[in-house]
């Protein structure tokens, strides 16, 4: 009984303080979309289809800027999530934000999972199609390269890469129930843990480097 007051006062205080510090979460932004968005842009403007320059482009400049807040290595690591598989190159993670290069070679398609962050994706390279059901909506939404697909916080979609497509995807909100969608592919289908491991182990040395670095 003691327990069940202590872990409510606890689920209580936390919730708390998710609620006070949600209406302050932009404080802790340090990218902004419109910023990420035009260096996109500039990046396929430059080297359009050679995809490695592009993100050669996009890294080195966001590097300068915001140093060591920024992954320079190249770690590319698979992610299964909502039945959908590519893989991604981690670039920022902390608890508020993150920037991966996410895509595939050879296309995919699943669901977007519902988030507690806004998801700008851009796209460097192919073309993205994504659905939301409603009256009157038959057609899809195509987002083709150069342009930016922006999920709402709380929104779903079904979406779809028809063949090789890759975007620099960023996220701002709550970071970490994200995971749990990341990770949930893994024990209900791929079991494979290698790949799950090495996640949690670029995701956390990310978010431990920011929050020392007083980067919420
Ligand atoms: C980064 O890209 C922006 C355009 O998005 C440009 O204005 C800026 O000069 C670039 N900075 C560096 C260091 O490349
Ligand atoms: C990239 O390749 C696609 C498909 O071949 C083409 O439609 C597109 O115009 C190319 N983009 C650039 C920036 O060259």
Redo the contacts with the bound molecule.
Sequence with gaps: MRFLTLLGALIGALSSIMYLLDSHLDKFYIFTPSELQSLAQAA?EAH??DTTSVVQYIVSNLSAKYLHHVNLEEEWIFNNAGGAMGAMYIIHASVTEYLIIFGTAIGTEGHTGRHTADDYFHIL?GEQLAYAPGKGVYEPERYP??TVHHLKRGDVKQYKMESGCFALEYARGWIPPMLIFGYADTFSSTLDFPTLWRTTWVTGREMLENLAMGKL
């Design positions: 396929v359009g289809n390279r390269q150069g």
